[in-house]
């Protein structure tokens, strides 16, 4: 009974069943027209009118790329029609889904997405001539690629609390990749395990972006009684005020803002990264406005995080250098520069330790400005 479940993506994975039934053994039309047309309704629910998931989940949107394209490939083989509105939303879900998709075929870890290697499913599609494109403004990721080069930034606003189950306060983070390998990652997300570890992966701390007072930048409910009954909801949420993505021959620039501290510490946060191929470096500038004197003492903390895999060494001048996969990195910044402790979530069945880079320092006037370099040291 659909009206029992809640969770918005669990009832196409239902009704995929219930379709694949209906067409398998005889005298299940009527079950056949119920779950079509249920079909067509819950899509509508989950999905905005590009074909972008409601829950800003990467994961989520491979998921129902997947099953629609399962449906449809059930309905070809039992000879029965397919159905408009299915072939029309394939097509616009399947092209978010390619704008998501990674060099690697991975999807970035953002907002509740797990680590996962999509490369059969693309295989699959790619056998039964499914051709998707690109859509990069249809949502609010900033995705771009030249070469070997590859950054994928997170400028979304927080989705509704009936759609946040699984949600991240990683707004401003990014992930990295170069040459096919993950250089900088965020942690993943712990929403399938138990106690306060969801809560964790959920922080702004868990992710590749700054924090201000070890504060995150959408407030989550903490009281596990009512997490139990209503869910991961949002008690203060953030606005993206700026998001701008160039690419050219050699460069690409990215720059977004938002407001999550706006509320608490009068403080607006501004990213822009900007990659130089021909110079094999990244190039950051963290800007953050203090709106009130008064509060101009505040402190801030910025996080680079890397997968389990990679290594860091502090050199003796202050610099990190970073170990990927015979990959060698050096990041520098404009403030003092430690390495610290992580988790990595990423993965279904277990939890790894992992490192990240981390600048600290105080917010001491009305504009501040935090400067740092990632570049290939080989």
Excluded at 153 to 166: E, R
Excluded at 239 to 264: E, W
Aim: contains cysteine.
């Amino acid at each position: 009974n659909l009206a029992f479940i809640n969770n918005k993506l669990d009832k196409i994975f239902i009704l995929t069943a219930l379709i694949l039934v209906s067409v398998t053994f005889e005298g299940n039309q009527k079950l056949f027209q119920t779950s079509i047309k249920n079909l067509s309704n819950e899509i509508k629910g989950i999905v905005d009118r590009n074909g972008f998931v409601e829950s800003k989940n990467p994961e989520d949107q491979f998921w129902l790329t997947h099953h629609l394209v399962l449906i449809r490939e059930f309905l070809i083989f039992s000879q029965n029609t397919v159905p408009e509105f299915l072939d029309q939303n394939i097509q616009k879900i399947g092209d978010n889904y390619k704008s998501l998709l990674l060099s690697n075929n991975h999807l970035p870890l953002f907002n509740g997405a797990k680590n996962r290697d999509t490369l059969e499913f693309n295989k699959f599609l790619k056998a039964k001539n499914y051709k998707f494109e690109k859509k990069n403004k249809s949502h609010a990721y900033l995705i771009s690629k030249i070469k070997k080069f590859e950054i994928a930034l997170d400028a979304n606003n927080p989705p509704t609390d009936l759609n946040s189950q699984n949600y991240q306060a990683g707004c401003l983070s990014f992930e990295f990749i170069y040459n096919g390998k993950k250089v900088i990652s965020n942690c993943g997300s712990a929403h399938n395990f138990k106690g306060d570890l969801p809560y964790l992966s959920q922080t702004t701390a868990a992710h590749s972006t700054l924090t201000i007072n070890d504060t995150s930048s959408c407030l989550f409910q903490k009281n596990k009684l009512i997490r139990s009954f209503y869910g991961n909801s949002l008690l203060q949420k953030l606005k993206v005020y700026k998001k701008d993505l160039n690419t050219d021959k050699d460069t690409i620039s990215i720059i977004s803002g938002h407001n999550g501290y706006q509320k608490k510490y009068n403080t607006l946060h501004e990213r822009k990264i900007v990659i130089q191929e021909n110079e094999g470096k990244l190039t950051g500038d963290e800007l953050l406005i203090v709106a009130k004197k008064d509060l101009a003492f505040l402190n801030f903390s910025l996080r680079f995080h890397i997968t389990p895999e990679s290594k860091l060494i502090q050199t003796q001048g202050g610099d990190i250098l970073l170990s990927v996969d015979n990959q060698g990195w050096r990041f520098r910044c404009s403030h003092p520069v430690k390495i610290e402790d992580s988790l990595y979530f990423a993965h279904y069945d277990k939890i790894l330790e992992s490192k990240c880079v981390l600048v600290e320092g105080v917010l001491k006037d009305k504009v501040n400005n935090i400067n740092w370099t990632l570049e290939k040291a080989n």
